[in-house]
């Protein structure tokens, strides 16, 4: 089974939080800027009031990307989730590592952020199936965030 954007949505729409720095809030027209601005102000208003256990950001603007996972690891510091696990998906990424380091008791902290950067956008089938994984069973401590390409 492959992994698509589609799928993630469809299957985890109530724990999935998407934000795209390429797609506008609203439906008419708007200068490249307003639509940006709009989207700064309904991720601002969604960190407020919860964090989802996932956050898939997504885009061809990398300032953008930078600034909505900059305030997604604002939001999440703020939470409590006080440590930060970063894996950069590569050629050999061992998968398995991911989901023992999701489902482990952490020394330092309860709770924490594990930002997944997938560069190419694309996991594999190993992958797709690690990632389903972690994201049908999240755990309560861990917020996940994914970073693809547009």
Same mark, same amino acid.
């Given at each position: 089974?492959?992994? $698509?954007? @589609? %799928?993630?949505?469809?299957?985890?729409?109530?724990?999935?939080?998407?934000? $795209?720095?390429?797609?506008?809030?609203?439906?008419?027209?708007?200068?490249? $800027?307003?639509?940006?601005?709009? #989207?700064? @102000?309904?991720?601002?208003?969604?960190?407020?009031?919860?964090?989802?256990?996932?956050?898939?950001?997504?885009?061809?603007?990398?300032?953008?990307?930078?600034?909505?996972?900059?305030?997604?690891?604002?939001?999440?510091?703020?939470?409590?989730?006080?440590?930060?696990?970063?894996?950069?998906?590569?050629?050999?990424?061992?998968?398995?590592?991911?989901?023992?380091?999701?489902?482990?008791? &952490?020394?330092?902290? &309860?709770?924490?952020?594990?930002?997944?950067?997938?560069? %190419?956008?694309?996991?594999?089938?190993? @992958?797709?199936?690690?990632?389903?994984?972690?994201?049908? %069973?999240?755990?309560?401590? %861990?917020?996940?965030?994914?970073? #693809?390409?547009?």
């Amino acid at each position: 089974m492959g992994l $698509s954007v @589609g %799928n993630w949505r469809s299957a985890y729409k109530e724990q999935v939080a998407w934000f $795209s720095s390429i797609q506008p809030v609203y439906r008419e027209p708007q200068p490249q $800027s307003q639509a940006i601005l709009a #989207l700064a @102000g309904q991720l601002a208003q969604h960190l407020q009031k919860e964090l989802k256990p996932l956050y898939i950001i997504s885009g061809d603007e990398p300032l953008l990307e930078q600034e909505i996972c900059d305030q997604v690891r604002s939001a999440v510091k703020a939470q409590g989730f006080d440590e930060r696990e970063v894996h950069h998906v590569e050629g050999n990424f061992k998968w398995g590592e991911l989901l023992e380091a999701a489902n482990a008791l &952490s020394l330092f902290s &309860s709770r924490k952020l594990i930002e997944i950067r997938i560069e %190419n956008g694309k996991p594999g089938d190993q @992958g797709s199936k690690a990632l389903m994984e972690l994201f049908a %069973n999240p755990n309560p401590d %861990n917020i996940v965030m994914l970073q #693809l390409p547009k």
